[in-house]
């Protein structure tokens, strides 16, 4: 069911079994769309797209999510940020929109009055967001209410709440790029990418976060901190993810059985489960779907 406020052009709302949406915009104050949606079942996959002179931000509350910006891959994990540059081409790379909630803002800043800024001053905050060392990463959950608050503001519109969101939202991105420094001095992009290596040329085998972690001389509690800040993932569900990609390549031409056996799953219902929560889909359908010219 969609239904309309009270100027269709401004804000809509989808509501089903399947999902909620709210979006608005609210061009006057620079702000292209802002944003929330709750998936209770995977959603189609967002095709690659840019955003003309405008900035995203999204905020994962809840779920995980790929998503590619030039090519390149990042997984978004509940709790962090991405965010998207004037002109990047971004998508979610073929994967479906997964089960979760998340916010978003798309701001333009070369519009006049952004926020109610002068042009000088949305210029400065437009380069505090160019000068963010990440484009994912965690943030506090005080920070997140800004966008949270900030939406329920603009849908009960007035010229005060307009106020107090934009004022809310330059706190909200000020915020978020004190914390993308703090991520930044805790990252260790060597030991990451020896773990990386090391994962990829053993994805038949049984790999262990111990194993990671003498591989780069870091204490469990220690490693695990390192790689989730780094990556922006665990390191067990990153070693899932890749699994699971080579499992789409293999099931072109091998059953479900053997890929699951292949890629040292305890059960081809174990391997199921995972490839589903990643995918969005079961292995056998992702073959009926993808894999047409397989004959087992």
Known sequence: ?????????????????????????VEEIGIVCIGKYINYFPDHALSEHSHEGA??????EKGSQIYSVNNEE?????????ITLPHELHSTTGYEQSRGSLYWIILEFEKINCLYLNDENAEILLSIIKSMPRRNFDIDKSVADL?????????NDSNVNKLIASANLIKFIYEIAKQSVKVNENINLEAVEKCEDYIQNNLDKKITIENLAELTNYSVPHFKTMFKKT??????????????????FLLKEKSVTDVSYILGFSSSQHFSKVFRQITGVTPSKYRTDYCTDNKI
């Open 231 to 248: 990556t922006g993932i665990t390191p067990h569900e990153y070693i899932l993810r890749k699994k699971i990609e080579i499992a789409q």
């Open 74 to 82: 990042y997984i978004l994990n509940g709790g962090e940020v991405f």
């Open 1 to 25: 069911m969609d239904y309309f406020g009270q100027d269709a052009e401004k804000i809509k709302i989808t509501s089903d079994k399947d999902r909620y949406r709210i979006m608005l915009s």
């Open 147 to 155: 966008l949270k608050e900030s939406l329920q503001l603009l849908i």
């Open 55 to 60: 900035v995203e931000i999204c905020y994962l």
